[in-house]
């Protein structure tokens, strides 16, 4: 049965396009008692005769749209071009899991992110789940996989910050979390300021973890305004939240308080507009290895400069 074993890709990517003409409309280190499995049920996986790669592309304002058609990507896989013979717009359900930091740097913050959470939670459909897991000195799953996001905010609104950040550790934990949803659309919000002090997983451990996943990550970095003065952790916090997004094809938006509200609103319309490319491997290996996947965009003339972001690779099935 091995020979069989399906595996999907999920590369994602932001697409955005302005322009009225275009007539593309926006859209809107304490290790838990069971850490997660890293094992390849849970990796990117792919057909044996088919890759799937989601994909979102943005303009400079970020506005996610609609209207490009199959002749306006090209898709490399180890640098080798590759036919696009399935085209379509991904419409599924999502599950979601947020990630929400509630330890002591975030305490001036926490006002402005349950809002970000609110506005967030308006682009959500009917058919979507989400899940919360909260963070200070330890993680933990306060609200599991619920079809309620009413459930979510009505646990923020009680949430005080106190305590260290393991912020590390809560995305181990969401992403164990994530693997009891049926969705086939998976991906998770993190809102932090980054400032790990905590975890007792490393960096090197999470990033193994979510680029073997096929759940897509944002991340919203809460920070103090420009200029003001920032401890060693929150210094690296940026740095380490961006990582972690792109090893998945999402994104990491650093943003002051007043901004988070509106960039929570894109989040949650840019990861329910996604343009779906499949293709036949040119050369169908079986290795086990990891192949890197390029997505090019070659949009209409008269556009704005598009740019766009997917998951970085797969791993081949193997004999």
């Known amino acids: 049965m091995r020979s069989r074993r399906v595996w999907t890709l999920c590369v994602l990517a932001l697409i955005a396009v302005s322009g009225a003409s275009w007539n593309a409309a926006a859209q809107s280190r304490r290790r838990p008692a069971s850490p997660p499995s890293a094992d390849r049920q849970s990796s990117l996986r792919i057909d044996t005769n088919l890759v799937l790669v989601p994909v979102s592309v ?15 990507f090209k898709l490399f896989d180890d640098r080798v071009e590759q036919t696009v013979t399935h085209f379509s717009m991904d419409d599924e359900p999502i599950a979601v899991g947020m990630v929400f930091d509630i330890s002591g740097s975030m305490g001036p ?27 200070n000195e330890t993680p933990r799953l306060v609200t599991p996989l619920t079809a309620s996001f009413e459930e979510i905010q009505n646990q923020l609104t009680f949430a005080q910050s106190k305590g260290r950040t393991a912020l590390l550790d809560a995305i181990m934990l969401a992403m164990h979390e994530m693997k009891k949803s ?16 905590s975890s007792r997983y490393s960096e090197a451990e999470v990033r193994k973890v979510v680029r073997e996943s096929d759940v897509l990550i944002y991340a919203i970095g809460i920070f ?7 401890t060693a952790e929150e210094s690296y916090g940026p740095g380490l939240l961006n990582d972690v997004a792109e090893q998945t094809g999402g994104r990491h938006f650093p943003a002051e308080a007043n901004e988070l509200p509106d960039i929570a609103a894109k989040i949650g ?47 081949a099935p193997a004999d």
């Not at 943005?58 to 002749?71: I, S």
């Not at 103090?224 to 920032?230: D, L, N, W």
């Open 109 to 135: 913050k926490l006002r402005v992110a349950r809002a970000a959470a609110a506005q967030f939670f308006k682009s959500a459909n009917p058919e979507d789940e989400f899940f919360l897991v909260e963070v």
């Open 182 to 197: 049926q969705k086939k659309r998976k991906a998770l919000l993190i809102l932090s300021d980054g400032a790990d002090n």
């Open 269 to 315: 319309i840019e990861m329910r507009n996604r343009y779906i490319l499949g293709y036949a491997p040119s050369e169908q290996l079986r290795d086990g290895r990891f192949h890197k996947v390029e997505v090019k965009l070659a949009a209409p003339r008269g556009l704005p400069k598009l740019s766009a972001r997917w998951r970085t690779g797969y791993f």
């Open 224 to 230: 103090e305004a420009a200029g003001a003065r920032r």
């Open 58 to 72: 943005c303009d400079p304002t970020n506005r996610p749209v609609t209207g490009l058609e199959r002749e306006h």
